[in-house]
């Protein structure tokens, strides 16, 4: 009997985690695609690097201070994220300080593009800034509007 090929490594940043908690955003269907492709298909694999926790917290409660969320179901969506259980891994920091100089970014959305280019792997982002600076040099930083449904 064949086995099931292993699930496909993805790189996901806290832009399109975050969609998965707000309905109110475009490309929300597409976020919540990749999110299926990982928790009920088991297709994909999802990675990000150590910083991701600390976005998806400042991501919460930057919505619970603009009343765009309530502080209990703020609560909630982290704990729902953090036992969805993604892999997450520090890039190499000189690989991260290189891209960050090279392509004009911060130095943490330069973490997510060191990382998926460690795992050869594809990066999805809802950050504009970050998408188009990075898929000058990277092919693999994809835009999640362009994710498959």
């Known amino acids: ?10 790189v996901v940043d806290a832009s399109v985690a975050l969609k998965w908690a707000f309905n109110d955003e475009e490309h929300v269907a597409q976020a919540l ?18 910083l991701f926790a600390y976005e998806l917290v400042n991501g919460v409660s930057s919505a619970i201070r603009r009343r765009r969320l309530e502080r209990a179901l703020g609560s909630q969506v982290l704990q729902i994220m953090a036992e969805m259980q993604l892999d997450l891994q520090l890039p ?13 970014l911060s130095a943490y959305d330069s973490a997510y593009v060191a990382l998926a280019e460690a795992l050869a ?29």
């Not at 009997?1 to 993805?10: E, G, K, L, N, T």
């Not at 190499?92 to 004009?104: H, N, Q, T, W």
């Open 33 to 50: 695609a990749l999110r299926d492709d990982f928790l009920v298909r088991g297709t994909l694999h999802l990675a990000a690097p150590t």
């Open 121 to 149: 792997a594809d990066l999805w982002t809802a950050d504009r800034l970050l998408f188009e600076r990075g898929r000058e040099q990277f092919p693999w930083v994809k835009w999640i509007g362009d994710y498959p449904l």
């Open 1 to 10: 009997m064949r086995q099931a090929a292993d699930p496909r490594v993805v």
């Open 92 to 104: 190499r920091l000189d690989r991260v300080f290189e891209i960050a100089l090279d392509c004009g």
